[in-house]
């Protein structure tokens, strides 16, 4: 697909801004992710750009970080997160993220009110009823910040200062109206703990303070970009999102899909070349970049990120979503690294695959690499 495809005239009534491809906006994202090209940057660094990664599960982020940065060296993250200079805790969707402390205390007071939004909508909050909350939210933050506890502990100490609770429900309360590190060693380079919480405030001595909600949506087209307003609310379930656009509506670039459709940028954002190669690259079970978009097309690839993808990494081929990994640990046998693949490789994609699988395996076990099994596309 020749450069030209990158920028098109639009056509047809009620257009404005070049059309961008399905590639070029993929080549675009990639780019802005870091995953044309390892570079020898900072981890911070990386995590602050990308305004967070999802970190559920905790080897999350060192995967995705090693498909980004050249010679990534895993303790770096792990003793940031140690000094405390990162923090996992709860944030866009609701989902718990690994950012920079000051990101942290700067994005923590905007998802509040996404957080208080799903709380209201889930069972639990329906079993607590017309309770006062606010002393429990109070008793909560007294007992977290004296120590970190476990959601079932916290549940148990309230029960006891509220009878007629259940735990499960006042610990729920708890997790929507604070927001809560969950401190190591949970999220520390192969180490593992139970996941244990206290207060941001306790855990970082800062203050939350809100960042202009119109700089949060720049940070998102700068990493994500060019976007929709269904694209930002889809990675933030912030409401008044084209509220906000429309402040700052005057220093974006526009553009088009191909369907149309407004696509926002920031002023200084680049458009990448649709015919840059884009190489094989392996991502946790949950990124950002496939999950951040209402129209995940850009880089939906051969397959769509689905319950297919439990448990299982996601494989990048030709930018796209085109196969699946996993690792596999049995006792007394060889830990194996499964690869599905979700169509036929060209022979130079199989080598760049195979390359790729070994290099992740002897990164996630120096010591005893994973054996790598390739299943091809139809089980063959």
């Known amino acids: 697909m020749g450069g030209s495809e990158a920028l098109?005239?639009?056509?047809?009534?009620?257009?404005?801004?070049?059309?961008?491809?399905r590639r070029a906006l993929n080549r675009t994202l990639l780019q802005r992710q870091g995953l044309l090209e390892r570079r020898a940057v900072a981890p911070l660094d990386v995590?602050?750009?990308?305004?967070?990664?999802?970190?559920q599960e905790p080897p999350d982020p060192y995967v995705g970080l090693w498909s980004r940065i050249a010679?990534?060296?895993?303790?770096?993250?792990s003793d940031a997160i140690a000094a405390r200079g990162a923090v996992r805790i709860g944030l866009m969707r609701t989902t718990l993220h690994l950012v920079s402390t000051p990101d942290a205390l700067g994005l923590a007071p905007i998802m509040d009110g996404v957080q208080r939004r799903v709380y209201r909508s889930s069972a639990l909050a329906k079993e607590l009823g017309d309770v006062d909350q606010a002393p429990i939210i109070e008793a909560a933050r007294e007992l977290l910040t004296a120590g970190p506890l476990t959601p079932a502990a916290l549940g148990a100490a309230l029960a006891e200062r509220f009878p007629g609770s259940q735990p499960s429900p006042l610990a729920l309360l708890a997790r929507y109206h604070l927001p809560l590190v969950q401190v190591p060693p949970r999220g520390l380079w192969r180490q593992s703990g139970r996941a244990t919480n206290t207060t941001l405030e306790a855990w970082t001595d800062g203050t939350p303070t809100a960042f202009a909600l119109e700089d949060v949506v720049r940070r998102y087209l700068a990493?994500?970009?060019?976007?929709?307003?269904?694209?930002?609310?889809?990675?933030?379930?912030?409401?008044?999102?084209?509220?906000?656009?429309?402040?700052?509506?005057?220093?974006?670039?526009?553009?088009?899909?191909?369907?149309?459709?407004?696509?926002?940028?920031?002023?200084?954002?680049?458009?990448?070349?649709?015919?840059l190669p884009a190489p094989v690259r392996f991502l946790p079970q949950y990124d950002n970049v496939f999950l951040s978009h209402d129209d995940r097309s850009r880089i939906s690839g051969s397959l769509s990120w689905g319950l297919d993808f439990n448990w299982k990494g996601v494989v990048l081929v030709d930018g796209g979503i085109n196969g699946a990994w996993r690792v596999r640990?049995?006792?007394?046998?060889?830990?194996?690294?499964?690869?599905?693949?979700?169509r036929t490789l060209t022979p130079p994609e199989r080598a760049d695959l195979e390359g790729e699988a070994d290099r992740l395996s002897r990164f996630l076990?120096?010591?005893?690499?994973?054996?790598?099994?390739?299943?091809?596309?139809?089980?063959?």
Do not use: C, N
């Open 8 to 21: 098109a005239t639009p056509r047809g009534r009620g257009t404005t801004g070049p059309i961008l491809g």
């Open 47 to 55: 995590v602050e750009h990308l305004v967070g990664m999802q970190a």
């Open 71 to 77: 010679a990534f060296d895993p303790q770096s993250l």
């Open 223 to 275: 990493a994500f970009g060019p976007a929709s307003t269904a694209d930002i609310r889809t990675w933030s379930w912030l409401t008044g999102v084209r509220e906000i656009v429309d402040r700052i509506r005057g220093e974006l670039r526009v553009y088009r899909d191909e369907r149309r459709r407004e696509l926002l940028d920031v002023a200084d954002g680049s458009i990448a070349d649709p015919d």
């Open 329 to 342: 640990r049995e006792k007394g046998q060889p830990p194996t690294m499964t690869v599905e693949l979700g």
């Open 365 to 380: 076990d120096p010591e005893r690499p994973p054996v790598i099994v390739i299943v091809e596309a139809g089980g063959g």
